[in-house]
């Protein structure tokens, strides 16, 4: 019996083994790369930092012609033969003055460079979006992957379990074992089951949480 128990508790420590050395083959950088680029296309977040940057390029394209506001044209018809006492001029017919506001001309550059450096600050954020983003779904992904290796294990030692199970039940009708030992076989396959089903929500956790940050289904990235 002793040695049964030893080949059960074997044979669940190499299947534990084999999916942690299995786990780091299941990567794939290239699927990897297709996630990351699918996240930066579907997230709304990425969609927002880019909407940024459109809204202060658009910023940037106005103070650049707004230098305009600082000229201010007029006219002035003055009939000819005509004596005009209040804005006496020299020449008759219509005349055209322009007027400059210096503060106004003045402050355009400091405009147009605050408009500037506002581009620069919004694709800043971009970039260091865009590198929370890889990095987040690196993560959910890695975690995605070991949930799946650890759903895997856990269910190879269910299947074990029902093997002893079989076994010890085999061997306690025939009086080989005691019934002590077929229920705590019992109580193991019991505990083994429970763990499976932790782990089937946390693979679905992790996925759910892929899916989030994707903005699809996992499914749908090929």
């Known amino acids: 019996m002793k040695k049964l128990t030893l080949l ?4 669940i420590s190499t299947t534990a083994l084999h999916a942690q050395e299995s786990f ?12 990351i680029a699918t996240a930066k296309k579907n997230y709304p977040e ?16 106005q103070s650049k012609v707004m230098w305009l506001d600082a000229f201010t044209a007029s006219y002035i018809y003055s009939p000819r033969n005509s004596l005009n006492l209040t804005n006496p001029t020299f020449f008759n017919g219509y005349q055209v003055s322009i007027s400059v506001n210096l503060g106004t001309l003045l402050s355009k550059p ?13 694709q ?4 260091q979006y865009n590198l929370t983003v890889e990095a987040t779904v690196k993560r959910l992904y890695f ?8 759903l895997r294990n856990r269910a190879r030692a269910v299947v074990d379990g029902e093997i002893a199970v079989k ?8 009086g080989e074992s005691t019934f002590h030992d077929y229920n705590e076989a019992l109580t193991s396959l019991y505990n083994q089951n429970s763990f499976k089903v932790q782990s089937e929500l946390a693979m679905l956790t ?7 940050i994707l903005g699809t289904k996992l499914e749908e990235v090929k």
């Open 167 to 174: 076994q010890l039940k085999y061997t306690f009708q025939k």
């Open 24 to 35: 780091i083959t299941e990567v794939s950088y290239p699927y990897l790369d297709k996630l």
């Open 143 to 150: 975690t995605y992957l070991e949930a799946q290796a650890d």
């Open 8 to 11: 059960i508790f074997f044979i």
């Open 110 to 122: 400091f405009t147009t460079r605050t408009a500037k450096e506002a581009v620069n600050v919004a």
């Open 206 to 212: 992790a996925k759910a949480n892929l899916e989030e």
């Open 46 to 61: 990425v969609k927002i930092r880019q909407a940024q940057i459109n809204a202060a390029k658009a910023t940037l394209t």
């Open 124 to 127: 800043y954020q971009q970039q």
